[in-house]
């Protein structure tokens, strides 16, 4: 028998694995406001913390307009919080780094450079020496089963393949932490299933910190160790879901429907709540 | 097999409509109503052609018009292009020499001239400003669109990679701006070249196409005046085409954009 689901867990504390050791990615109070196009204030989030252990797979789920984007960038460096703190092991984040790899809603790759070049690309500014980057390049394209592609220009794939070539590029600096942003949102439902188990796989066999931002409680419960929801805008942190099931997981796993009725029920009342604010307002 | 087809697809169009000039003019020329000293027929315009190809005249004004558009436009790329990344680095600069730069555009390059010539005199040094100035600004333009027009994205994504300052700018953000920077250095040129033959034409101290087509206009020698101006269209033809036409269609296809015609 497999141990069970937990029930939804309403404390908002530092997770259990927190305790015992020291946090990979911590967000301490972070609040985020943006100036909207009328000149007034728009506050996308608001007092969030948390944190995430070291090879943890952490899901951030919410409506749209929650601000679940934003805290992303704001790990990867690339925003900054208006109140708290975002810290990696420890260390206050001052700006984007290598230890933090991204994927995009869109590859990003760089379409005047080949699949292979885009990958030597980030490991040259990895600090890996030139000697070393074919094996490493062919490595992570391997992982992803690019390997026929490396000379390949980006246009000439697919979404999930370019999707592919952008994990690889990711992959190949071995950061400490991977952040995703809806990576997979843009591709048709049977590409990202086989990119999801893809994922699960590279994670598994990687054992990266994992933080993924997305809106689809399925794959949040197919690939999360823990499911963080959001609220409606401002967005902070309502309900953190702890998943058990071993892996690899199935799409079909009977304790995963459980996860997803129960998370999907709270997610459609922070939903509600906006679109009742657009009817409203 | 399919690239000729193709390249037959693009000739054949543009071959028509010049037989088809060609045609109404010899036509216009029969019917009488033009003198056929201000109207000569194409045959004679031809013959024209091929007697100042053949002594030489029209390869030397040619030669001499090319050099010099070469030097003004070299001038105009160095000094657009330094232009262009100085508004792109400074809000400052930007205000207040971005609207001066766009002011600039619409103040036709001719008008430059009678100041040209007061500074410098009727001479090479007069026609090579003109060149400048009627080119720069279209340089400078190019290179503030097409570094603004840069996708955020990929500089988010060389910036997480570890791509900072001068490095982001050297690897990511100015290959993503070459497209555009190409496309706005054909426009630059085709306004260098409009701008070297209105000024030749005027300022004709030296050797070169405008003063071979003033010396003809002299000498009543219409043909002679018509067959310089077809050297002038097929100059302007071919290095549109053939040079940046041509890398333009190279880097888009290698990118996976849109080709157009």
Known sequence: ?281 | MWRARSAAKQVWPRLAAVLALVAVWQLVYQTGFFDHVVLPSPLQVWGSLRANVADGSIPRAAEASLIRLLIGFAVSVAAGTLAGLAMVASQFIERSFGSLIIGLQSLPSIAWLPLAILWFGLNETAVLFVVVIGSFPSVTLATVNSLRQVPPLLERAGRTLGAKGWRLYRTVIFPAAVPGYVGGLQQGWAFAWRSLMAGELIASGALGLGQLMNASRENLDTPEVLAVMVVIVAIGMIVDLAVFGAFDRRIRTRRGLAVAG
Request: aromatic share 6%.
């Open chain 1, 1 to 281: 028998m497999r141990p069970a689901v937990t029930g939804p867990d309403l404390r908002l504390e530092p997770s259990p694995q927190a305790g015992t050791a020291p946090a990979k990615v911590s967000l301490r109070n972070v609040a985020r406001t943006y100036r909207s196009a009328r000149g007034g204030k728009v506050s996308a989030c608001t007092d969030v913390t948390f944190d995430v252990a070291p090879g943890e797979f952490v899901c951030l789920l919410g409506p749209s307009g929650c601000g679940k984007s934003t805290l992303l960038n704001i790990i990867a460096g690339l925003d900054r919080p208006d109140r708290g703190e975002v810290l990696i092991d420890g260390r206050p984040v001052s700006g984007p780094g290598p230890d933090r790899a991204v994927l995009f809603q869109e590859p990003a790759l760089f379409p005047w450079m080949s699949v292979a070049a885009n990958v030597d690309f980030a490991l040259g500014l990895a600090g890996v020496p030139k000697t070393e980057r074919r094996d490493r390049r062919m490595f992570w394209l391997g992982k992803v089963h690019l390997s026929r592609f490396a000379d390949a220009q980006p246009h000439e794939l697919s979404g999930g393949m370019r999707q592919r070539a952008a994990l690889a590029r990711a992959l190949a600096c071995e950061p400490d932490v991977l952040l995703a942003d809806e990576p997979f949102a843009a591709l048709d439902a049977q590409t990202r299933e086989i990119l999801q188990r893809e994922l699960q796989r590279v994670w598994v066999e990687t054992g990266k910190t994992f933080v993924f931002v997305t809106h689809n409680v399925r794959e949040a419960a197919f690939l999360a160790d823990r499911v963080l929801l959001m609220s409606a805008p401002p967005g902070t942190l309502v309900e953190e879901q702890r998943i058990t099931a071993p892996r690899p997981r199935e799409f079909d796993d009977p304790l995963l429907a459980k996860v997803v009725s129960d998370v999907h029920r709270h997610l459609i009342k922070e939903v509600e709540k906006v679109v009742a604010r657009e009817i409203g307002g």
